[in-house]
C-alpha cells in the first residue's frame, strides 16, 4: 500500500450517557469527542476524513424537528475549533482541500462539507439514498440534516460502490475487500455495517504500519477490546443492530490477530488523547 500522513484534530463533542454507547456503561453523561483527520498525500496533497461539528449545525438545528437532535446529543464547540479554522492554523486553507472523505452522513461526521467548496466529496450511495428518504423527522432519527448538504453536492460527489475492488492486506483478516478511493491503493475505503445506511470505514499505510480509522462502527476503543456493543435500543434506533454487531465482532477479531494495527473510532476519548 502506498504511504501516506495523517493528523487527527478533535472538532467537538458532544455529552450523552455513556450506557447507550457500550453495555455496561456509566448512566452519567460523558463527552464523545468528534475526531476529523487530515491525510496528506503524495501527490493528491490535502485530504480530509470527515469534518466532525461546525458552527453550520446550530443554524441546521434551528428548526423543528431538526432541534430534537441538538437536545438528543448536546454539542460543544469551543471557539476556534471548527475544522477550517484548525487547518488554517495548520497552514492549510479550505480551498486547497482536494478530496473529504465522509464516512457517513450523519451531522457530527458532515456538519463542516459546505466549508471546502473545492473538494471533490467521497460517499457511499447508500448513505444519500438514506438520507433522501421519508420526510425531515424520519431523517432527524436517522441523525441526519439535510441542510448540511452543500447545493452543488452531488455535482462533486463520487461513491464508494463505484471504486474498483481491490483486495485488503492479509494484516486486515477477517476483512478482505476494499474500494480503491484514488486508483493507487492509497485510501482503501472498508464498508463497516450496521450503525447506519452507507457507513464505511478508510484503511491507510503510514510509516507506523496500517491505521484503521473505523468512524461509528464502535464509540470507543473499549469495546472493539472487549467486543462489547451498544444496547439493543440504541443500535436499533440508528441502523441494524444484528450487522453492527457482526461488525464489532469482526473489528476485534482483526485486533485480536494484528495487535499492531491501529484502530480509531471517530468518537473515542482515549484515541483523542493519545499522542
Given amino acids: 500500500m502506498r504511504r501516506v500522513t495523517l493528523t487527527r484534530f478533535r472538532v467537538g463533542h458532544c455529552r450523552h450517557p455513556q450506557a447507550?454507547?457500550?453495555?455496561?456503561?456509566r448512566w452519567a453523561p460523558v463527552a464523545f469527542p468528534a475526531l476529523a483527520f487530515l491525510i496528506r498525500h503524495p501527490e493528491e496533497g490535502a485530504i480530509l476524513?470527515?469534518?466532525?461539528?461546525?458552527p453550520a449545525f446550530w443554524q441546521a438545528t434551528r428548526p423543528f424537528p431538526e432541534r430534537l437532535y441538538?437536545?438528543?446529543?448536546p454539542p460543544v464547540l469551543p471557539p476556534g475549533q471548527a475544522l477550517?479554522?484548525?487547518?488554517?492554523?495548520?497552514?492549510?486553507?479550505?480551498?486547497?482541500?482536494?478530496?473529504?472523505i465522509l464516512s457517513h452522513f450523519h451531522a457530527d461526521h458532515m456538519a463542516g462539507t459546505h466549508r471546502f467548496p473545492n473538494a471533490t466529496i467521497h460517499a457511499a450511495r447508500?448513505?444519500?439514498?438514506?438520507?433522501?428518504?421519508?420526510?425531515?423527522?424520519?431523517?432527524?432519527r436517522r441523525g441526519m440534516l439535510r441542510a448540511l448538504a452543500p447545493g452543488d453536492l452531488l455535482s462533486r460527489i463520487r461513491w464508494f460502490e463505484d471504486a474498483a475492488a481491490i483486495a485488503l492486506p492479509a494484516d486486515?483478516?477477517?476483512?478482505?475487500?476494499?474500494?480503491d478511493l484514488l486508483g493507487d491503493g492509497s485510501l482503501r475505503m472498508v464498508e463497516l455495517p450496521g450503525h447506519c445506511p452507507g457507513h464505511w470505514g478508510l484503511v491507510t499505510a503510514q510509516d507506523a504500519g496500517l491505521h484503521f480509522l473505523v468512524a461509528d462502527a464502535a464509540w470507543s476503543s473499549a469495546a472493539i477490546r472487549t467486543d462489547t456493543p451498544p444496547p439493543w435500543i440504541t443500535a436499533t434506533l440508528l441502523g441494524d443492530a444484528a450487522a453492527g454487531r457482526a461488525t464489532l465482532h469482526d473489528l476485534h477479531r482483526l485486533r485480536t490477530r494484528n495487535p499492531d494495527i491501529r484502530l480509531t473510532p471517530s468518537h473515542c476519548a482515549e484515541c483523542a488523547a493519545a499522542p
Fill in 172 to 179: 486486515c483478516a477477517p476483512f478482505a475487500t476494499a474500494r
Fill in 84 to 100: 477550517a479554522e484548525q487547518l488554517a492554523t495548520a497552514g492549510v486553507a479550505p480551498g486547497e482541500v482536494r478530496h473529504l
Fill in 20 to 25: 447507550m454507547t457500550i453495555r455496561g456503561g
Fill in 70 to 73: 441538538r437536545w438528543a446529543t
Fill in 49 to 54: 476524513f470527515d469534518t466532525g461539528y461546525d
Fill in 126 to 140: 447508500a448513505g444519500w439514498d438514506a438520507m433522501c428518504h421519508g420526510g425531515r423527522l424520519a431523517s432527524v
